[in-house]
């Protein structure tokens, strides 16, 4: 079964920046996506970015544009978010997730990590 294990996050001053990884356990469809949500304390799941397996057509939520951007590095089978221009805002758990479609609905998303937290402070 597949497995997703996030990595990067921690504490960064505000307008810094992080780079978080998701390591898949196993190769999947081409038609598979990967996606990254993050969840603040009393707020539902929220969707950030997607992109698809094969490292094509990311996706990004209008209040990470031009801040966030997404990679994959299909070799070594991860996925890298970069996190720029972060906000007090932004902090969150982070998790990435995985889909057979091409959806920014966490509710399609069958495979899920375990999260890792990312902080922003003033």
Partial sequence: QMQLEESG???VQDGGSLRLSCAASERSSSNSVLGWFCQAPGK???FVALIR???YSPFYADSVKGRFT???D???NVMYPQMNS???EDTAVYYC???YEYTSNPQD???WGQGTQVTVVS
């Fill in 9 to 11: 996050g921690g504490s």
């Fill in 44 to 46: 539902e799941r929220e």
């Fill in 53 to 55: 397996w094969r490292g």
């Fill in 70 to 72: 997404v990679s994959r």
């Fill in 74 to 76: 299909n070799p070594k």
């Fill in 86 to 88: 972060l906000k007090v």
């Fill in 97 to 99: 997730a995985l889909a």
């Fill in 109 to 111: 998303y069958k495979y």
